[in-house]
């Protein structure tokens, strides 16, 4: 069965310094898909990012970077230099693929966030 | 740019009432989907479908009923509510399957409480 877990509950951090958001995956699927979500308080699910499971290349947007690790089953996401509106709950999710793929997506508890001036 | 629409935002029922939500995105979209958001459990997918005419149940589906009439309208109904079913619901859409080139496009949450 697919599942995700986001171990942290809550995160706190002062303004300025890096954190990193814990992502462990299972699956049985040899090709499926990792996304990121980001809730801010005002409540919507905003798309961060996609990974499929063929490309393990990290990705750097901004202060955003992403760390995936097939062997580990991980999909770690970083801020770099955070700021107040970073503070959010982060959704990491998992997806299967194939012919038969519905997209429905499998998500993670959530991480919250929150920045400290 | 409306995206996706939820009504109504909020609302409270007393257990053994019924409600429906409705969810209308305005991107054309063939797939659509509500979640359900409770602490600490992150978002269950109750029912989606892939199209017009075509439902399917999700991970928590009980208690539950959709209707999908309209390509770009998505109904997700209760027919006597429970304590239980007290949540955030949210609707999402897509182009395609998130796993082609599209992603998930949410609607900003409806908030149920039965009381």
């Known amino acids: 069965a697919q599942k995700v877990t986001q171990a942290q509950t809550e995160i706190s951090v002062v303004e300025k310094e890096d954190v990193t958001l814990d992502c462990v995956y299972e699956?049985?699927?040899?090709?499926?898909?990792l996304f990121w979500y980001k809730q801010p308080p005002s409540g919507e699910l905003v798309f961060l990012i996609r990974r499929n499971s063929f490309d393990e290349q990290n990705e750097i947007s901004g202060r955003y970077s992403w760390n995936f690790q097939k062997s580990t089953s991980s999909f770690n996401f970083t801020i770099t230099a955070s700021q107040v509106v970073d503070s959010a709950v982060y959704f990491c999710?998992?997806?299967?693929?194939?012919?038969?793929?519905?997209?429905?997506?499998?998500f993670g508890q959530g991480t919250t966030l929150q920045v400290k001036p | 740019n409306a995206g996706v629409t939820q009504t109504p935002k909020f609302r409270v029922l007393k257990t053994g009432q019924s409600m429906t939500l409705l969810c209308a995105q305005d991107?054309?979209?063939?797939?659509m989907y509500w979640y359900r958001q409770d602490p600490g459990m992150g978002l269950r997918l109750i029912h989606y479908?892939?199209?017009?005419?075509?439902?399917a149940k999700g991970e928590v589906p009980d208690g539950y009923n959709v209707s999908r009439l309209k390509k770009q309208n998505f109904l997700l109904g209760l027919e006597s509510a429970a304590p239980s079913q007290t949540s955030v619901y949210f609707c999402?859409?897509?182009?395609?399957?998130?796993?082609?080139?599209?992603?998930?496009?949410f609607g900003e949450g409806s908030r149920l409480t039965v009381l």
């Open positions: 991107m054309n979209h063939e797939y």
């Open positions: 999710a998992l997806s299967e693929a194939g012919t038969s793929n519905t997209g429905k997506l499998i």
């Open positions: 699956t049985r699927d040899t090709t499926y898909y």
């Open positions: 479908s892939v199209g017009e005419g075509t439902t």
């Open positions: 999402a859409s897509s182009r395609e399957s998130p796993t082609g080139t599209g992603e998930l496009f």
